[in-house]
T-cell receptor, first 108, second 114 residues
Framework: QKEVEQDPGPLSVPEGAIVSLNCTYSNSAFQYFMWYRQYSRKGPELLMY????GNKEDGRFTAQVDKSSKYISLFIRDSQPSDSATYLC????????FGTGTSLTVIP | NAGVTQTPKFQVLKTGQSMTLQCAQD?????MSWYRQDPGMGLRLIHY???????DQGEVPNGYNVSRSTTEDFPLRLLSAAPSQTSVYFC?????????????FGPGTRLTVT
């Protein structure tokens, strides 16, 4: 069983839609949870970083962590064409583990 | 701050050739790591270092060597390139190894082995 599972998509939504991206994980020792955004032919850039369970909001982005279900989510409100990218979840306990990424396209 | 820098951006090698991918960071981070990214496989850890003079293997270390003589630099060596090493390589750094600080990525090196 992989440490982190992420639906690869692709996901295609109209501009202005709410986007929900999700990951599940198996290791209950994970304490730190991250979302990275990766544009085509670029390196991953950190989007959201949370510790333990709960919600964190930053502008149009909200990260949720449910440790009891081993489930994390990223919500994007009022999605824009500039949000079109691959989104990778990541988590850490004693090292970093990454999901395979979900490809998102926001159609104008 | 330049952050994490990688050179070269692109490289084409013939099977059997060797080369070194360079990685440097100017954030005084102790933890540095190398990943390869292949379609459908996500980011896979090759080697990592928790400080100068200390390195260890990740998930896919075969065919690669690393060393860490300074805090700033963490080069990745391909000993005898194989077509299976065609990939995009990312270097990353963080203050610590346990995830309690964010990990920052370089722009990547796109390697093709023919």
């Amino acid at each position: 069983q992989k440490e982190v599972e992420q639906d690869p998509g692709p996901l295609s939504v109209p501009e202005g839609a709410i986007v929900s991206l999700n990951c599940t994980y198996s290791n209950s020792a994970f304490q730190y949870f991250m979302w990275y955004r990766q544009y085509s032919r670029k390196g991953p850039e950190l989007l959201m970083y949370t510790y333990s369970s709960g919600n964190k909001e930053d502008g149009r982005f909200t990260a949720q962590v449910d440790k009891s279900s081993k489930y994390i989510s990223l919500f994007i409100r009022d999605s824009q064409p500039s949000d079109s990218a691959t989104y990778l979840c990541a988590m850490a306990g004693n090292q970093f583990y990454f999901g395979t990424g979900t490809s998102l396209t926001v159609i104008p | 701050n330049a952050g994490v820098t990688q050179t070269p951006k692109f490289q084409v090698l013939k099977t059997g050739q060797s080369m070194t991918l360079q990685c440097a960071q100017d954030m005084n981070h102790e933890y540095m790591s190398w990943y390869r990214q292949d379609p459908g496989m996500g980011l896979r850890l090759i080697h990592y270092s928790v400080g100068a003079g200390i390195t260890d293997q990740g998930e896919v270390p075969n065919g690669y060597n690393v060393s860490r003589s300074t805090t700033e630099d963490f080069p990745l060596r391909l000993l005898s390139a194989a077509p299976s090493q065609t990939s995009v390589y990312f270097c990353a750094s963080s203050k610590t190894w346990d995830g309690s600080y964010e990990q920052y990525f370089g722009p990547g090196t796109r390697l093709t082995v023919t």
